[in-house]
């Protein structure tokens, strides 16, 4: 058993993936807002059985996975402030 | 002692020394062939202890089954035939057979009723995992090997002291439960967090793990800190402490993970915040918890190393490893892509991925234990494994801007690996029984229910928004985020050369002068006995017969006096 080299082909060809059209793209953007939409109005339809009272407040996983995952964004960029290094520190991969 | 049951982790081991013997499609079919064999060892070990001996005063047990070390050894030797197909293609002659070494203890942690045997496999693992990061070859990976060995011989040595002082003092050396109650119990459990990634020392995991070759990081992601959570379950369940630790672990995980450049030190934060989650589990220490810890451990081994396999896959194909290089790969590593994207949603519990129905056992618990900040801190969590690892890793990696790099998609035994990895990815996820009935306590739990579904979807799917919406801010730059191994890399290096100074100066302040003055005692013995000096010189032999005269008649007065 033996692996293929690895294979770069500069200059790289145009990309031409349906993925690559901004107007695709677009429409990805669009899918998925309906899709946040619906999963918040489905809530109107699903029973929750909360455990804990703030679990019972409208919408609680939404807004509260997108505070939490903005709130350790910027944790993060704090603490990069005070522990941020070039990525040579330790020696260029050779320490 | 029963002779009839074989010892599946000593086959694996013995079985991994024949292999440098082997060539061609026979190593091949050996390499996936023997942890199947073991696997169907596994099964075969009856419950109860199956192998005893004598060894000083003591009963040891190196062989004992029931359903917790079954389900470990179980993914443990599955763990070694995916990794083994995918790294057929590996080229080192060392990396491989380290690896099986190394399941094979891991195994043997797992099937041992006694703390030496689990001491001594715990050892080998140490040994062998150094040689799976030492065979990738550069210096760098030498000097990672070498910072590795170093933590876990640390660790090895606080836990040879708790297993003493615990034998010392109850004159047992079966593994059974124990409390933090005494010293020799606290060295046991920080021994055993020390292999976990547990802080203070969590940093060797992401210093040590991305340093191996392609194929080699995959199989380091899934034994040395999976022993650490199944010691944590039989040892201390229900130690709260660990609850604290494990939340500090997950959000360890999820800041620093969100930081990083390089997509392999991703993967190896997330396993510390991944662990954090079963560590947590074990900490609550309930039926459930401990059910959803051990099936946590079994579903996250895979997806982990399904996750790590399209990065070795991207490594191997690009020889690039930091997303501020990558991007675009989905145009040609389609495959590679959807099954990076599978792991990635199985480690972000999607429904119908394996994730879905371990991890929300760990979360049911903390509700069902009415811990309100348990239970917000491992839903917030939640969400921050989707954005560290379930989009950003495949975001970076495979799509955001067009690198401009073309490469083919790895060799077909890596594209067999992770098709057969993602598939146990989605097909736990869909059908949750096989995995409930390893479980160690009978499964009382749905995961598929109206409102788990549509509460998980609402908190990944939001936390997708808040992704791209701060996208700006986790715009990867040519950094590192300094972590503990800061303390032994820098700090304590600069503390010794510090210290050397202080010696020199030392020398030269004291050293100095006292070296003047034996140079001067010795300079006025020379010339008082040297060759040219007063005492040595020859004399004539009439002052000689002068000087005897004057003794003579020195004595001759003292005599008289």
Same mark, same amino acid.
């Given at each position: 058993?033996?692996?293929?080299?690895?294979?770069?082909?500069?200059?790289?060809?145009?990309?031409?993936?349906?993925?690559?059209?901004?107007?695709?793209?677009?429409?990805?953007?669009?899918?998925?807002?309906?899709?946040?939409?619906?999963?918040?109005?489905?809530?109107?339809?699903?029973?929750?059985?909360?455990?804990?009272?703030?679990?019972?407040?409208?919408?609680?996983?939404?807004?509260?996975?997108?505070?939490?995952?903005?709130?350790?964004?910027?944790?993060?960029?704090?603490?990069?402030?005070?522990?941020?290094?070039?990525?040579?520190?330790?020696?260029?991969?050779?320490? | 002692?029963?002779?009839?049951?074989?010892?599946?982790?000593?086959?694996?081991?013995?079985?991994?020394?024949?292999? &440098?013997?082997?060539?061609?499609?026979?190593?091949?079919?050996?390499?996936?062939?023997?942890?199947?064999?073991?696997?169907?060892?596994?099964?075969?070990?009856?419950?109860?202890?199956?192998?005893?001996?004598?060894?000083?005063?003591?009963?040891?047990?190196?062989?004992?089954?029931?359903?917790?070390?079954?389900?470990?050894?179980?993914?443990?030797?599955? #763990?070694?035939?995916?990794?083994?197909?995918?790294?057929? +293609? $590996?080229?080192?002659?060392?990396?491989? &057979?380290?690896?099986?070494?190394?399941?094979?203890?891991?195994?043997?942690?797992?099937?041992?009723?006694?703390?030496?045997?689990?001491?001594?496999?715990?050892?080998?693992?140490?040994?062998?995992?150094?040689?799976?990061?030492?065979?990738?070859?550069?210096?760098?990976?030498?000097?990672?090997?070498? %910072?590795?060995?170093?933590?876990?011989?640390?660790?090895?040595? =606080?836990?040879?002291?708790?297993?003493?002082?615990?034998?010392?003092?109850?004159?047992?050396?079966?593994?059974?439960?124990?409390?933090?109650?005494?010293?020799?119990?606290?060295? *046991?459990? *920080? +021994?055993?967090?020390?292999?976990?990634?547990?802080?203070?020392?969590?940093?060797?995991? &992401?210093?040590?793990?991305?340093?191996?070759?392609?194929?080699?990081?995959?199989?380091? !992601?899934?034994?040395?800190?999976?022993?650490?959570?199944?010691?944590?379950?039989?040892?201390? &369940?229900?130690?709260?402490?660990?609850?604290?630790?494990?939340?500090?672990?997950?959000?360890?995980?999820?800041?620093?993970?969100?930081?990083?450049?390089?997509?392999?030190?991703?993967?190896?934060?997330?396993?510390?915040?991944?662990?954090?989650?079963?560590?947590?589990?074990?900490?609550?220490?309930?039926?459930?918890?401990?059910?959803?810890?051990?099936?946590?451990?079994?579903?996250?081994?895979?997806?982990?190393?399904?996750?790590?396999?399209?990065?070795?896959?991207?490594?191997?194909?690009?020889?690039?490893?930091?997303?501020?290089?990558?991007?675009?790969?989905?145009?040609?590593?389609?495959?590679?892509?959807?099954?990076?994207? @599978?792991?990635?949603?199985?480690?972000?519990?999607?429904?119908?991925?394996?994730?879905? @129905?371990?991890?929300?056992?760990?979360?049911?618990?903390?509700?069902?234990?009415?811990?309100?900040?348990?239970?917000?801190?491992?839903?917030?969590?939640?969400?921050?494994?989707?954005?560290?690892?379930?989009?950003?890793?495949?975001?970076?990696?495979?799509? $955001? %801007?067009?690198?401009?790099?073309?490469?083919?998609?790895?060799?077909?035994?890596?594209?067999?690996?992770?098709?057969?990895?993602?598939?146990?990815? =989605?097909?736990?996820?869909?059908?949750?029984?096989?995995?409930?009935?390893?479980?160690?306590?009978?499964?009382?739990?749905?995961?598929?229910?109206?409102?788990?579904?549509?509460?998980?979807?609402?908190?990944?799917?939001? !936390?997708?928004?808040?992704?791209?919406?701060?996208?700006?801010?986790?715009?990867?730059?040519?950094?590192?985020?300094?972590?503990?191994?800061?303390?032994?890399? %820098?700090?304590?290096?600069?503390?010794?050369?510090?210290?050397?100074?202080?010696?020199?100066?030392?020398?030269?302040?004291?050293?100095?002068? #006292?070296?003047?003055? =034996?140079?001067?005692?010795?300079?006025?013995?020379?010339?008082?006995?040297?060759?040219?000096?007063?005492?040595?010189?020859?004399?004539?032999?009439?002052?000689?017969?002068?000087? =005897?005269?004057?003794?003579?008649?020195?004595?001759?007065?003292?005599?008289?006096?």
């Amino acid at each position: 058993m033996s692996h293929t080299p690895p294979t770069l082909v500069p200059p790289f060809p145009p990309p031409s993936h349906w993925l690559d059209d901004p107007r695709h793209v677009k429409l990805l953007w669009r899918g998925f807002l309906a899709v946040l939409a619906f999963t918040v109005l489905a809530e109107l339809a699903v029973h929750l059985h909360p455990h804990f009272g703030i679990e019972g407040v409208f919408a609680f996983h939404a807004w509260f996975g997108f505070a939490a995952c903005t709130a350790m964004i910027v944790l993060a960029k704090g603490l990069a402030l005070l522990l941020k290094r070039p990525d040579n520190y330790y020696g260029r991969r050779d320490d | 002692m029963t002779d009839t049951v074989l010892h599946p982790g000593l086959v694996l081991i013995l079985g991994a020394l024949l292999l &440098p013997a082997l060539r061609g499609w026979l190593r091949a079919v050996a390499v996936v062939a023997l942890p199947l064999a073991v696997l169907g060892l596994v099964w075969l070990v009856p419950d109860g202890a199956v192998w005893q001996l004598r060894f000083l005063d003591y009963t040891l047990t190196p062989l004992q089954g029931d359903k917790l070390a079954r389900l470990f050894a179980t993914i443990f030797a599955l #763990m070694a035939a995916g990794g083994g197909l995918f790294a057929l +293609g $590996q080229k080192s002659r060392v990396e491989v &057979p380290a690896a099986f070494v190394y399941a094979g203890a891991a195994i043997g942690v797992a099937l041992a009723g006694d703390l030496v045997t689990v001491f001594a496999f715990l050892e080998l693992m140490a040994v062998a995992s150094t040689l799976v990061l030492w065979s990738q070859g550069d210096a760098a990976s030498y000097r990672a090997a070498r %910072r590795y060995l170093m933590v876990h011989l640390l660790g090895g040595v =606080v836990l040879f002291a708790g297993i003493t002082g615990h034998v010392v003092q109850t004159g047992e050396v079966a593994f059974t439960r124990m409390a933090p109650d005494s010293v020799a119990h606290w060295l *046991i459990l *920080i +021994g055993f967090l020390v292999n976990a990634g547990a802080p203070p020392l969590s940093a060797w995991l &992401p210093d040590a793990y991305p340093e191996a070759s392609w194929s080699g990081t995959v199989f380091l !992601s899934a034994f040395t800190t999976k022993t650490a959570v199944y010691v944590l379950i039989r040892g201390f &369940p229900g130690t709260e402490l660990l609850i604290w630790v494990g939340l500090f672990m997950i959000f360890y995980g999820i800041v620093y993970a969100l930081l990083e450049n390089d997509m392999r030190r991703i993967l190896a934060y997330s396993i510390v915040n991944q662990v954090g989650f079963m560590i947590v589990g074990i900490g609550i220490g309930t039926e459930m918890a401990l059910n959803g810890a051990a099936a946590h451990a079994f579903t996250h081994i895979i997806y982990k190393a399904l996750l790590l396999m399209s990065a070795g896959s991207v490594l191997l194909m690009t020889n690039r490893r930091k997303c501020s290089e990558l991007g675009g790969l989905f145009h040609t590593m389609p495959l590679t892509t959807v099954c990076g994207t @599978i792991g990635a949603l199985a480690i972000s519990s999607f429904p119908l991925t394996s994730g879905f @129905i371990s991890k929300s056992m760990v979360s049911q618990a903390a509700a069902d234990g009415h811990l309100l900040w348990v239970w917000l801190g491992l839903t917030a969590a939640s969400a921050g494994v989707f954005l560290h690892a379930g989009i950003k890793f495949p975001w970076f990696v495979f799509f $955001q %801007r067009d690198s401009g790099l073309r490469p083919a998609e790895p060799p077909a035994s890596m594209r067999w690996a992770m098709l057969f990895f993602a598939f146990l990815c =989605v097909a736990m996820g869909v059908w949750a029984e096989p995995l409930y009935a390893l479980l160690p306590y009978t499964v009382n739990y749905v995961p598929y229910t109206g409102a788990h579904v549509l509460t998980q979807l609402q908190l990944l799917l939001f !936390s997708g928004l808040a992704f791209f919406v701060m996208l700006p801010w986790l715009k990867r730059t040519l950094t590192i985020t300094l972590d503990t191994d800061w303390l032994w890399r %820098r700090a304590a290096p600069a503390l010794w050369q510090g210290a050397l100074r202080a010696y020199a100066g030392v020398r030269g302040g004291v050293a100095r002068p #006292m070296q003047a003055l =034996v140079k001067g005692v010795l300079d006025a013995v020379e010339r008082t006995y040297g060759q040219e000096g007063r005492l040595a010189r020859t004399w004539a032999t009439r002052s000689m017969a002068l000087w =005897v005269m004057v003794l003579l008649l020195g004595y001759l007065t003292l005599y008289y006096v």
